[in-house]
């Protein structure tokens, strides 16, 4: 069983659920970086995402630049990513709800 390390919320002005979907991991994926972590699983509920850590071209091209970046560091530790039902990620939502409630 893994360790909880952190959370964050913020707002993000973007357009669509999915563009906050990427960019949520985007930076998860950077703070894991910076902190060093070597060992990681992503639980995600977006199964778009998800897929497009073996399939770069379902990332939206404005993206595609910070994602190759992310993988390329996923290749150099031990990671691993599941889709999540909604239901399951209750967490998720009480932080997208407080990152947009104090925007």
């Known amino acids: 069983m893994g360790e909880f390390i952190g959370a964050f ?11 906050a ?23 995600c509920d ?4 998800c897929a497009a850590f073996t399939d ?3 990332v939206l091209w404005m993206l595609r630049n910070r994602w190759n970046t992310c993988l390329n560091y ?3 530790i031990r990671f691993r990513v599941t889709h999540i039902f909604r239901e399951g990620n209750a967490c998720a939502d009480k932080l997208a709800n407080l990152g947009f409630i104090h925007r």
């Open 9 to 19: 919320s913020g707002f993000l002005e973007v357009q669509t659920v999915l563009i």
């Open 21 to 43: 979907e990427f960019y949520g991991v985007i930076h998860y994926m950077e703070e894991t970086q910076k902190m060093g972590l070597t060992n990681v699983w992503l639980e």
């Open 46 to 49: 977006s199964v778009l995402v």
């Open 56 to 58: 770069r071209t379902n």
């Open 74 to 76: 996923c290749g150099t």
